[in-house]
T-cell receptor, first 113, second 110 residues
């Protein structure tokens, strides 16, 4: 089954404790992206990657890091999480080019206390 | 900057037709997407418009006017399962950046 998976689905952590949210896709997509979704603000893009070893900032990259060492994986790293990073996070992937729709993972609900 | 506006909430009756509007002002334009998102779930793709006009896909249709910076999503024969948020998003670059509106929460009542 073609899908994007994320782990964990739910995470409660404390300020400053480094964490990684994994994202994997099995569709051989070149493009992958991370979004956060907050009430009233909609989905905002954090980082995206056009291909292996190629990453770029989205609209809200502060406090986040990403890496793309393999085509199928695109982990999101929070080196020192803060309460304002409490949010619902979605990973997405698509084929390269601007006509293709994005496929979203199931989401990771992160709470930072 | 980028600005995409949608109504926050709409209510409609089962079996009726509803139109969800989206206006945008972006630095570039390479197409407009509509996604559906049920509460607590991931967004799923509904439609894509890059040229002016109407795209029809079953009960769902999407319209685009590039000169007016305007799109709408038309849902016909509403069903209870259509209760969800509908997200308008513009690709304003070369397929790299997708800017989303805040979403329209649609409630379908019996």
């Amino acid at each position: 089954e073609a899908q994007v998976t994320q782990n964990p689905r739910y995470l409660i952590t404390v300020t400053g404790k480094k964490l990684t949210v994994t994202c994997s896709q099995n569709m051989n997509h070149e493009y992958m992206s991370w979004y956060r979704q907050d009430p009233g603000l909609g989905l905002r893009q954090i980082y995206y990657s056009m291909n292996v070893e190629v990453t770029d900032k989205g609209d809200v990259p502060e406090g986040y890091k990403v890496s793309r060492k393999e085509k199928r994986n695109f982990p999101l790293i929070l080196e020192s999480p803060s309460p304002n990073q409490t949010s619902l996070y979605f990973c997405a992937s698509k084929e390269a080019g601007w006509t293709y729709e994005q496929y979203f993972g199931p989401g990771t609900r992160l709470t930072v206390t | 900057g980028q600005n995409i506006d949608q109504p926050t909430e709409m209510t409609a009756t089962e079996g009726a037709i509803v139109q969800i509007n989206c206006t945008y002002q972006t630095s570039g334009f390479n197409g407009l997407f509509w996604y559906q998102q049920h509460a607590g779930e991931a967004p799923t793709f509904l439609s894509y418009n890059v040229l002016d006009g109407l795209e029809e896909k079953g009960r769902f249709s999407s319209f685009l006017s590039r000169s007016k910076g305007y799109s709408y999503l038309l849902l016909k024969e509403l069903q209870m399962k259509d209760s969800a948020s509908y997200l308008c998003a513009v690709d304003d670059g070369a397929g790299n950046m997708l800017t989303f509106g805040g979403g329209t929460r649609l409630m379908v009542k019996p």
